[in-house]
């Protein structure tokens, strides 16, 4: 198990750019696979991106395609979400979450993460 807890959330003007930071307990991080997902009010959690455990690869929702870039920092364990072009749709409470990573696999679903932060708020005004 791993315990994460997210920073960077804010208020950001639409076209503005934000950086999210996860940070992992544990001496294991580097065999976890980790992703980003977010809820808005009245929605579903959605998935964002993820990264492999070792950073080799990465996938992203088409929502955020182009305008996201996720790495890690394994030595320092750290995950971050840069964020650019920033959308008002992209208002959402951001997660952070964490699985051990079995195969060389994208988990893009949030059943298959058990290890998740509280959350960090990210607002973007038009």
């Known amino acids: 198990q791993v315990q994460l807890v997210e920073s960077g959330g804010g208020l950001v003007q639409a076209g503005g750019s934000l950086r999210l930071s996860c940070a992992a307990s544990?001496?294991?991080?580097?065999?976890?696979?980790v992703g980003w997902f977010r809820r808005a009010p009245g929605k579903d959690r959605e998935f964002v991106a993820t990264?492999?455990?070792?950073?080799?690869?990465?996938y992203y929702a088409d929502s955020v395609e182009g305008r996201f870039t996720i790495s890690r920092d394994n030595a320092k364990n750290t995950v971050r979400l840069q964020m650019t072009s920033l959308k008002p749709e992209d208002t959402a409470v951001y997660y952070c979450?964490?699985?051990?990573?079995?195969?060389?696999?994208?988990?893009?679903?949030?059943?298959?993460?058990?290890?998740w932060g509280q959350g960090t708020q990210v607002t973007v005004s038009s």
């Open positions: 979450a964490a699985r051990l990573e079995t195969h060389n696999y994208y988990y893009t679903s949030a059943s298959h993460y058990d290890n």
């Open positions: 990264i492999l455990k070792d950073g080799a690869g990465t």
């Open positions: 544990g001496r294991t991080f580097s065999s976890y696979a």
